[in-house]
């Protein structure tokens, strides 16, 4: 009887933290949901705020698809380049960085060790760091007003090679050893063997990618219109009483893919982001390997 | 001895070359955009440059004017550490607990939850930045507004008494990423057999198991997700400065990425490789410290 009594408490206890964290979550969406239900709203229902528009409109929208820039450029060519970046972005990145995290995880050679403590202490090193330095040297290459901007910087992004590297360890070395003897190349290995079953952590780095790319302004860099990206046209807008709601649209255009993507494959990236952890304690373990080996 | 060591580590080398062909293309660019740009920041804080013409030698003449410069720098460096501690410590201690928590819950559903933060933290940004974009018409103004807290709209992220306050509370929105992920797993993943040893020892305290059997399984992934703290917490405001594009002034929220693109609109290379230097060391020391803290720690596991 008294047991009952306990569990039943414990249940209680249980569903009301559950509600009280669906209650949580719920207001932690609220700042993306206003956006985006705004951006449905007709001008004239923006002030007060309200929890759903009753004549939701797509106005907005059609407005930013159509609308031109300062300089006459339309807004659909930088969503146009902001599609490009991100797709080229993504081209050169998987396959520069599965290449290197291979390496870094799996091969046994004079200098990998150095490299993948570098690598470990540049996780530290988000782009936005090192942001106008790279307009500097850009500057200096010409091609700051260029789409490589963007791309080049983040194709070589060290939290990248991180994560893809963690990941490795889901391959196993005898798989990679046997493929050896048989004279396999790394080449061959890392992209006949490795790539297909890393496919969750190529997803999860290309969806965080996207991500940082689609939040991209150009700050600095763009100066030409045609080559601006999306998030670019942010600064333009404000919440002024004329383009209130095609700010809005234009949050939610940058907003939502992300939030998809992330929906969509939050199973690989979870995974991915299981196997990322700093170990510090390399040195040892190696060790410990090594006189496995030789005894 | 020592020969035979180089001769076996030129072996290797020779029978591995091609695994240095393909890391190349990586490091070439994390070479070119990463580590020249650096080390260029070093250099060229000792000269006096704005990328046309030569650079001139002027010696810490950079590093004294930052230092001169009315005190923007200084206040600049004071509000980027308070940024640091609210956001950076702050938003690790919401990760961790937000991972204990749910880790307590039935799986499902904490998985549901853990998603919805993550798609925030990787999308959230523009969305604040709406949000705090000033104007009657804004969320957050018609919202108070409308409802009667405040009579006449404000500018929050120009405002020096709010500023600070919507920056860090934005910035702690976006903080579940994937560092928090990494946690989440690692609770899920923790050594099971200790915490099972816990129950039959008749422990039910969470708190206890916390302690005793998950934190020390948990360094590498409270290590990982405190490293992606740090540039976020130094970085991540002027991100949202831009985005709703608030012009930069002289307030808590004044930080020192604000001063480097600042100066690096006004190409002053000079000061903006002294700033680089100062917040790239800022960066380094506050990692290595907690990296030695957790190697300190998890030598005694």
């Given at each position: 009887?008294?047991?009952?009594?306990?569990?039943?408490?414990?249940?209680?206890?249980?569903?009301?933290?559950?509600?009280?964290?669906?209650?949580i979550?719920?207001?932690?969406?609220?700042?993306?949901?206003?956006?985006v239900?705004?951006?449905?709203?007709?001008?004239?229902?923006?002030?007060?705020?309200?929890?759903?528009?009753?004549?939701?409109?797509?106005?907005?929208?059609?407005?930013?698809?159509?609308?031109?820039?300062?300089?006459?450029?339309p807004?659909?060519?930088n969503?146009?380049?902001?599609?490009?970046?991100?797709?080229?972005?993504?081209?050169?990145?998987?396959?520069?960085?599965?290449?290197?995290?291979?390496?870094?995880a799996?091969?046994?050679?004079?200098g990998?060790k150095?490299?993948?403590?570098?690598?470990?202490?540049?996780?530290?090193?988000?782009?936005?760091?090192?942001?106008?330095?790279?307009?500097?040297?850009?500057?200096?290459?010409?091609?700051?007003?260029?789409?490589?901007?963007?791309?080049?910087?983040?194709?070589?992004?060290?939290?990248?090679?991180?994560?893809?590297?963690?990941?490795?360890?889901?391959?196993?070395?005898?798989?990679?050893?046997c493929?050896?003897?048989?004279?396999?190349?790394?080449?061959?290995?890392?992209?006949?063997?490795?790539?297909?079953?890393?496919?969750p952590?190529?997803?999860?780095?290309?969806?965080?990618?996207?991500?940082?790319?689609?939040?991209?302004?150009?700050?600095?860099?763009?100066?030409?219109?045609?080559?601006?990206?999306?998030?670019?046209?942010?600064?333009?807008?404000?919440?002024?009483?004329?383009?209130?709601?095609?700010?809005?649209?234009?949050?939610?255009?940058i907003?939502?893919?992300?939030?998809?993507?992330?929906?969509?494959?939050?199973?690989?990236?979870?995974?991915?982001?299981?196997?990322?952890?700093?170990?510090?304690?390399?040195?040892?373990?190696?060790?410990?390997?090594?006189?496995?080996k030789?005894? | 001895?020592?020969?035979?060591?180089?001769?076996?580590?030129?072996?290797?080398?020779?029978?591995?070359?091609?695994?240095?062909?393909?890391a190349?293309?990586?490091?070439?660019?994390?070479?070119?955009?990463?580590?020249?740009?650096?080390?260029?920041?070093?250099?060229?804080?000792?000269?006096?440059?704005?990328?046309?013409?030569l650079?001139?030698?002027?010696?810490?003449?950079?590093?004294?004017?930052?230092?001169?410069l009315?005190?923007?720098?200084?206040?600049?460096?004071?509000?980027?550490?308070?940024?640091?501690l609210?956001?950076?410590?702050?938003?690790?201690?919401?990760?961790?607990?937000?991972?204990?928590?749910?880790?307590?819950?039935?799986?499902?559903?904490?998985?549901?939850?853990?998603i919805?933060?993550?798609?925030?933290?990787?999308?959230?940004?523009?969305?604040?930045?709406?949000?705090?974009s000033?104007g009657?018409?804004?969320?957050?103004?018609?919202?108070?507004?409308?409802?009667?807290?405040?009579?006449?709209?404000s500018?929050?992220?120009?405002?020096?008494?709010?500023?600070?306050?919507?920056?860090?509370?934005?910035?702690?929105?976006?903080?579940?990423?994937?560092?928090?992920?990494?946690?989440?797993?690692?609770?899920?993943?923790?050594?099971?057999e200790?915490?099972?040893?816990?129950k039959?020892?008749?422990?039910?305290?969470?708190?206890?198991?916390?302690?005793?059997?998950?934190?020390?399984?948990?360094?590498?992934?409270?290590?990982?997700?405190?490293?992606?703290?740090?540039?976020?917490?130094f970085?991540?405001?002027?991100?949202?400065?831009?985005?709703s594009?608030?012009?930069?002034?002289?307030?808590?929220?004044?930080?020192?990425?604000?001063?480097?693109?600042?100066?690096?609109?006004?190409?002053?290379?000079g000061?903006?490789?002294?700033?680089?230097?100062?917040?790239?060391?800022?960066?380094?020391?506050?990692?290595?410290?907690?990296?030695?803290?957790?190697?300190?720690?998890?030598?005694?596991?």
């Amino acid at each position: 009887m008294n047991k009952n009594k306990k569990q039943l408490v414990f249940l209680l206890i249980k569903i009301v933290v559950i509600i009280l964290v669906s209650i949580i979550a719920l207001g932690l969406c609220a700042p993306i949901y206003f956006v985006v239900i705004r951006s449905f709203s007709p001008t004239e229902e923006l002030f007060p705020i309200k929890l759903f528009p009753a004549e939701p409109t797509l106005r907005h929208f059609s407005e930013l698809l159509n609308g031109v820039g300062e300089y006459g450029t339309p807004f659909s060519r930088n969503l146009f380049s902001s599609l490009l970046t991100a797709l080229l972005t993504a081209v050169i990145q998987i396959s520069v960085v599965c290449a290197a995290a291979y390496v870094l995880a799996k091969v046994k050679a004079p200098g990998i060790k150095a490299l993948n403590l570098i690598i470990e202490w540049s996780i530290i090193l988000s782009p936005l760091t090192l942001y106008v330095l790279r307009y500097f040297l850009m500057l200096k290459m010409g091609i700051s007003d260029t789409y490589f901007a963007a791309v080049l910087p983040l194709a070589a992004s060290p939290l990248a090679v991180f994560l893809v590297k963690g990941y490795m360890r889901v391959v196993p070395d005898e798989i990679i050893y046997c493929a050896r003897l048989d004279g396999a190349s790394h080449f061959r290995i890392c992209f006949g063997i490795v790539m297909p079953v890393i496919k969750p952590a190529i997803i999860a780095v290309s969806v965080l990618t996207f991500g940082e790319l689609w939040q991209y302004t150009g700050e600095l860099f763009v100066k030409s219109e045609a080559v601006k990206p999306l998030s670019g046209l942010m600064s333009e807008f404000s919440a002024s009483a004329e383009s209130a709601g095609i700010f809005c649209a234009l949050a939610a255009v940058i907003t939502i893919p992300i939030i998809v993507l992330s929906a969509v494959f939050g199973k690989e990236i979870a995974q991915t982001a299981e196997c990322a952890g700093i170990r510090t304690e390399h040195k040892t373990k190696i060790k410990a390997q090594k006189s496995d080996k030789a005894v | 001895m020592s020969d035979k060591k180089r001769n076996s580590a030129a072996k290797l080398i020779v029978k591995n070359k091609d695994a240095y062909f393909l890391a190349a293309p990586f490091f070439l660019l994390f070479f070119v955009f990463t580590v020249v740009p650096m080390i260029a920041a070093v250099v060229f804080s000792f000269f006096r440059y704005d990328l046309s013409g030569l650079p001139e030698f002027s010696g810490i003449d950079n590093f004294s004017s930052l230092f001169m410069l009315g005190g923007k720098f200084t206040s600049a460096a004071a509000n980027s550490l308070l940024m640091f501690l609210a956001v950076g410590a702050g938003g690790f201690v919401l990760c961790f607990a937000a991972a204990w928590g749910l880790d307590l819950l039935p799986k499902k559903f904490a998985d549901v939850i853990t998603i919805i933060l993550f798609a925030i933290s990787l999308s959230g940004t523009a969305a604040t930045a709406v949000w705090l974009s000033g104007g009657l018409l804004d969320p957050l103004n018609s919202f108070l507004v409308g409802a009667g807290f405040s009579d006449v709209p404000s500018e929050y992220l120009s405002d020096g008494r709010y500023a600070f306050l919507c920056v860090a509370l934005s910035q702690l929105f976006t903080t579940f990423g994937i560092g928090f992920l990494s946690l989440r797993s690692g609770f899920r993943a923790v050594d099971r057999e200790k915490a099972d040893a816990a129950k039959i020892e008749g422990i039910k305290n969470p708190l206890w198991i916390l302690v005793h059997s998950q934190i020390p399984s948990l360094y590498p992934q409270m290590l990982f997700a405190f490293a992606v703290q740090i540039p976020f917490a130094f970085t991540n405001g002027e991100l949202l400065r831009i985005l709703s594009g608030t012009p930069a002034e002289d307030l808590g929220t004044y930080s020192i990425m604000t001063f480097i693109f600042e100066q690096g609109a006004e190409l002053d290379v000079g000061k903006v490789c002294c700033a680089e230097v100062i917040l790239l060391l800022l960066m380094t020391l506050i990692y290595a410290a907690a990296r030695i803290i957790v190697k300190k720690f998890s030598k005694d596991v």
